[in-house]
């Protein structure tokens, strides 16, 4: 994978991951069940998409090793 790929990547990972922090905040501060679940749900798929990110990443790297 091409460095620019790389770092769009590493963005794109750090972004989902700020994501998530936010939302964890914001579940934090919703009075009502119904929108805590809601951001819990932003939490999880923050998470999901950047760890997906970062494996994506990390077997690139293997790859280009090999």
Do not use: Y
Request: glycine residues 10%.
């Amino acid at each position: 994978m091409p460095i620019a790929g790389q770092i769009l990547l590493l963005v794109i990972t750090f972004t989902f991951t700020a994501g998530g922090f936010a939302a964890w905040g914001m579940s934090q501060a919703s009075p009502s069940t119904a929108e805590r679940l809601v951001w819990w749900a932003v939490v999880g798929l923050s998470t999901v998409f950047a760890a997906g990110c970062f494996l994506l990443l990390m077997s690139s790297e293997t790859a280009e090793k090999e």
